[in-house]
Structure formats: structure tokens, C-alpha cells
């Protein structure tokens, strides 16, 4: 092995540092996810798999940069740092104490992999996966969207109460959690994993051609084939036909989602998101409803729309009905109407078109 000049120790130091950058940014990323979702919470789904490949890039980077000690290289430490680089050419299975161990099949038969560029390309195939099932234009890239997403469906106090109080009307307590999340949560919007990881393996790339020019033995480990960072961004979703109220709430989906994409501070946003999510509610989203025979009622999506102005000849029983429905809808005390008469006189025309 070749003696370790001061130029080849300025190059070597200089990715340590670029390295250990990636190191602490994806260590926060990681501290925050596992504050956002506790891993005894984490359903199989693609922020558990965004966490794995955090996780595994966190733990290596760190590993490589223990190893990547340009005061400290010889051959005892040289062959460890080309092993563990050696995911630039092929995956590795890994078990949870971080040790290589031999590859193992998993039940269905299929080998398994957990290095870092392994776990990136699982993930951007169940994003991509999951983006094919959604029926929305996507806001910002395809993750950015995921996120977007799950903010507004998420299934937490916060979004429950929205749905069926005013925004005032949430606990302060409630929106405080809320903003804490919502914070933390633009942190994880905002970093690049594309990018990061493009990063990450150029660096083990200009690491492993200076250890190849320090020991020639090297050489023949190199293969040239390079394993494929898929992109997370140049994807779309399957944009389905909606009429109707659906269109209306998808196009006030979309806008919130825009106004979310480019707003700093997601905490101070709340009364926008709970202002949606409170218009989802049933009896917000229809005018009209049916009963079933359990008394359960049910909304009509679409209906034929009438108007007053339709109905020839009722002008007292019109003012009536909108008197006393305007009285029922203010609070105020109302009588009960009884409309009579026979078929095709305008009964179920009048209710329609007090709607």
C-alpha cells in the first residue's frame, strides 16, 4: 500500500467532511421521524420505509466516516472502508446489529436486502406503487404529495375535531400539538432524499477510486457496472374524472395543498387546514339527504334541481315555506308544515327548491 501524501490526506479529509455533512443532516431526519412516528406505530407503508432508509444511510454514513480517518489509514483500516463501500456494486443483507451477515432468503422465498441504496430503490417503488393508486393531480413531487396527503387524512385529534367544529372552537392544547407536528413535519418535506442520496454515492465513488490508487489490489473488486438510483420525482399520478361536489373538493384539496407547498411555516396554517377539513363534513359536502329504514341518513350525491321560479301560481304557499324554513334554519320558533295535494302539484318541487 502506498504512503498516504498530504494531498491524497487533503482529498480524503475533504470527503470525510462532506460526508459527516450528510451524516448530521440525515441523523436530524431521523430524530425527528422517530418523534413523528414511533416505530411501535409505523404500519408497512412508505413512511415507514422513508424511516428504514434514513435509518440504514444514517448508520453507514456514520460507519464510513469512522473509518474515513486520513490520519489513521493503513491496511488494517483500508479493507473494512472498501468493504463497506462495496454496496456501490452489489447489496447486502444486514441484520439489526448492523453486522454482514449470509444472505438469507425470507419466506416467501425472496432474497432480502437492507443497505441503504437497496431500501432507497424499495422506497421509491412503493411510492411509485402508491402514486398510481391515487386519483389527484400531484402537488410539488411525488413524496412532497404523500405528505401533503397524509397531513390533511391523517387520522389524529386535531383533523377529527376540525371535521365537526370551527376552527375557534378546537382546544388550544390540541392545536398546539398540532403546530408541533406540523413543524417537524416541513422539516421532513423539505429535505431531498433524491439529492442526499445522489450525494452519498458519489462520495463512496471518489472514495473508492483513491483507495484503488493507494493499493492497486483493489482493482479487481471495482466493477464498473453502477447500481441505479431511481428518481423520486418524474412520476404521476392517474388523474380520474370528478363531478360535481367531489370536483369542488378536490380542486379546495389541491389549492390548500399548493398554499401548504410554499408556506414556511406550516404551524402558523393551521385554521386554512381546519377550515377544509370542517367543509368535509356530510352536511356540509350535500344539500340533500335520504333516510333508510334505521333512520340513518344518507347523502344524495346528485339530484335534479328545481326552482321557485318554475312553480306557476303557489305564491303564498312559497312565502310561507321559506318563512318558516328561514325561522327553522336562524334558531327561532317555527311551525311544522304539512304539504297536501295530488300527484304532479309541486310537493317534492317545493322542497327541492327550498334547497
Not at 443532516?25 to 432508509?53: A, C, G, M, W
Not at 407536528?181 to 458519489?202: A, I, K, P, W
Not at 315555506?321 to 308544515?337: C, S, W
Request: hydrophobic share 35%; charged share 30%; aromatic share 10%.
Amino acid at each position: 500500500m502506498k504512503a498516504v501524501d498530504g494531498e491524497m490526506k487533503n482529498r480524503f479529509r475533504k470527503i470525510h467532511e462532506q460526508l459527516d455533512q450528510i451524516h448530521q443532516e440525515v441523523q436530524l431526519q431521523r430524530v425527528i421521524l422517530d418523534e413523528l412516528f414511533p416505530l411501535d406505530l409505523l404500519s408497512v407503508d412508505i413512511k415507514n420505509s422513508y424511516r428504514q432508509t434514513i435509518t440504514r444511510l444514517e448508520r453507514e454514513a456514520a460507519e464510513i466516516c469512522r473509518l474515513l480517518d486520513p490520519e489513521a489509514l493503513s491496511e488494517e483500516t483500508v479493507a473494512p472502508l472498501f468493504q463497506e463501500i462495496s454496496i456501490l456494486h452489489q447489496p447486502r443483507y444486514i441484520d439489526g446489529q448492523g453486522k454482514d451477515v449470509t444472505l438469507t432468503k425470507t419466506s416467501s422465498g425472496d432474497f432480502e436486502w437492507n443497505d441503504s441504496i437497496t431500501l432507497y430503490q424499495e422506497f421509491q417503488k412503493g411510492l411509485e406503487k402508491k402514486a398510481e393508486e391515487w386519483t389527484h393531480p400531484i402537488v410539488g413531487t411525488p413524496f412532497q404529495d404523500y405528505i401533503l396527503e397524509l397531513i390533511l387524512k391523517d387520522d389524529n385529534t386535531f383533523n377529527k375535531k376540525a371535521l365537526r367544529h370551527p376552527f375557534q372552537r378546537i382546544g388550544r392544547s390540541t392545536v398546539a400539538q398540532r403546530q408541533h407536528f406540523l413543524e417537524n413535519m416541513r422539516q421532513v418535506f423539505g429535505f431531498d432524499l433524491q439529492e442526499t442520496m445522489g450525494q452519498y454515492v458519489s462520495h463512496l465513488q471518489a472514495i473508492e477510486e483513491l483507495l484503488v490508487s493507494l493499493d492497486g489490489r483493489y482493482r479487481s473488486k471495482v466493477i464498473r457496472h453502477r447500481r441505479y438510483l431511481p428518481s423520486l420525482k418524474e412520476f404521476e399520478a392517474i388523474e380520474s374524472k370528478k363531478e360535481g361536489k367531489a370536483k369542488e373538493v378536490e380542486e379546495r384539496r389541491a389549492h390548500l395543498k399548493r398554499d401548504l407547498l410554499h408556506h414556511e411555516a406550516w404551524g402558523h396554517h393551521l385554521e386554512p387546514i381546519a377550515t377544509y377539513l370542517y367543509s368535509l363534513d356530510t352536511f356540509n359536502l350535500y344539500n340533500v339527504f335520504k333516510v333508510d329504514i334505521w333512520g340513518n341518513l344518507h347523502p344524495v350525491p346528485s339530484y335534479q334541481r328545481c326552482h321557485f321560479g318554475d312553480l306557476v301560481g303557489y305564491e303564498r304557499e312559497k312565502a310561507i315555506l321559506v318563512k318558516e324554513t328561514a325561522a327553522f334554519l336562524n334558531g327561532k320558533d317555527t311551525n311544522n308544515i304539512f304539504i297536501y295535494g295530488p300527484p304532479g302539484t309541486g310537493k317534492s318541487s317545493s322542497i327541492n327548491a327550498l334547497l
